[in-house]
């Protein structure tokens, strides 16, 4: 069974227009999603997490057809581009905020946040407030966030592109590491192909609202013939770690 299937989706922000679309992505699979500045990464993320409205087509997660359900009960961990973290909550509270909200009893979210907690070495900062945390360790707080209600799928957002290059080889690493144990599968958005061939079982290229082209990313590199995804790429790798 897949964990996201979209079926010729389409649909319009302002002007800008997305689809007709058809994605799927593994249980336990890594996928990044990579294109252009304005090529709709963002809205397609938006109407799989449903806080975008679809004009066509049907979303379904691990087999169930989410298209009309509200985000909450969709099963999805997002982690959006600057963390989206609570800064008047401190990072215990912060991480167990999707837990609380769901309804868990309060005696057993400890545990049931623990194992994301402690795969991501969080536990000597569960105390600190979000202020004062370095950009490394407030993208482990909103992965940990994330996973602590075991999501069916896992989005990410541009989660390292506020990091130097350094922290985001490491978070990388660990994003990779932390998307194995916990076999989630995951939908990266990113701007890099270095980012992208450290993570990705799989990567897929926007272009003006179409996904044009998704497989392993070598062989996109070396046989994709279409125009978009040359020019993506070619800059992209000039510019090895850097954002187009
Ligand atoms: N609410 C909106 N109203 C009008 N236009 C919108 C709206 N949201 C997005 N757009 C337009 O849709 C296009 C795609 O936007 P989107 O944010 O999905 O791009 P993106 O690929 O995620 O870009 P980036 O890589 O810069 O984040 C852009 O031209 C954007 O201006």
Do not use: W
Request: one cysteine or more; charged letters at 25%.
């Amino acid at each position: 069974m897949n964990a996201l299937e979209i079926n010729g989706l389409s649909m319009h922000a302002g002007m800008f227009r997305v689809g007709e679309l058809s994605l799927t992505i593994a249980e336990g699979e890594y996928f990044t999603l990579m294109g252009r500045t304005g090529s709709g990464k963002s809205l397609l993320l938006k109407a799989v997490c449903g806080l975008a409205r679809i004009e066509t087509g049907r979303i379904y997660i691990c087999g169930d057809d989410v298209t009309a359900l509200e985000p909450r009960f969709r099963g999805i961990g997002y982690v959006p581009q600057d963390g989206g973290l609570f800064p008047h909550l401190n990072v215990r509270c912060n991480i167990a905020f999707p837990l609380t909200v769901r309804g868990t009893p309060l005696n057993r979210v400890a545990a049931e946040m623990a194992e994301a907690v402690e795969t991501l070495g969080l536990t000597p900062l569960l105390d600190r407030a979000i202020r004062g945390l370095s950009g490394g360790e407030r993208q482990k707080v909103a992965l940990a966030r994330a996973l602590a209600c075991r999501p069916r799928l896992l989005i990410l957002d541009e989660p390292v592109c506020a990091l130097d290059e350094p922290a985001r080889y490491e978070i990388c690493a660990e994003l990779c590491r932390v998307q194995k144990k916990f076999n989630v599968a995951t939908l990266h958005v990113c701007h890099s192909r270095a980012e992208a061939e450290q993570v990705s079982d799989r990567v897929g290229v926007m272009h003006e609202g179409q996904l044009i082209e998704s497989g392993v990313l070598s062989k996109l590199l070396s046989e994709s013939g279409h125009e978009a995804v040359q020019r993506l790429f070619k800059t992209n790798g000039k510019r090895l770690n850097h954002e187009i």
